[in-house]
Each structure stands twice: as C-alpha cells, then as structure tokens.
C-alpha cells in the first residue's frame, strides 16, 4: 500500500527490494491516474500489470494505491471482485488521512 504519490506505507507477503513491489510502480499508477483525470476521461479505478511469474494490481482508493501481487495464474475477476470489500475496510483509515492532510494544510 502507498499513498497517492506513491510513498511505501505498508508491505507485506513479498521481500523488501521485490521489483513488483516497489514504490516506482503505484508511483506510476498515480500518476496516469492524475493525467487520465486531467483529460476529463473519467477516474483511473485500477490497473492490471501481468509478469512472467506475477500479477500485479493497482487500485485507486483515494488518497491510497493498493497493490495486490499475485501468481501469474491468478484469476483477475477473483482479484477485482475483492475491491469493494477493500474499499469499505480501507474507508476509515482514507479519512484520516485525509484529516490529517487537512491538518498539515493549515500549519503556517
């Protein structure tokens, strides 16, 4: 998981260094998704990326990027039918960091 600009905010399941993981690729995410949102097409909601021996897939939950890695025989469907469960469970923590940016915001 990463913020929207994508700083590393939490990692699990894969070594640190793992190029599938690293913050280059939600950074990447976020940024197409501000372009894509600049060019009045609609919101960017996700992104699949498929690997020689992985899956990787990026979700817009604003301010967040999460990324799910998987096997390359992985059934995206399965993987996507899992975001709005996400969504939902991620929502609070979403507010807070956005409170909390609101919060920064103000500092002289």
């Known amino acids: ?6 700083v590393p905010l939490y990692s699990a399941g894969r070594a640190a260094g ?4 690293q913050a280059s690729s ?14 009045s097409a609609g ?7 498929f690997y020689e021996g992985a899956l990787v897939l990026h979700v817009a939950i604003e301010p967040l990027v999460l990324t799910l ?9 399965a993987l996507r039918a899992l975001i ?19 919060t920064l915001g103000q500092l002289p």
């Open 26 to 39: 939600s950074a990447l995410f976020s940024a197409s998704a501000q372009q894509i949102k600049k060019c």
């Open 43 to 49: 919101g960017l909601i996700s992104a699949t990326a």
């Open 84 to 102: 709005p469960g996400l969504r939902e469970q991620l929502q609070p923590l979403c507010e807070k960091l956005d409170s909390s940016r609101e």
């Open 69 to 77: 890695v998987a096997p390359a025989s992985a059934n995206v469907g």
């Open 1 to 6: 998981m990463s913020s929207n600009t994508g």
């Open 18 to 21: 793992d190029p599938l993981t």
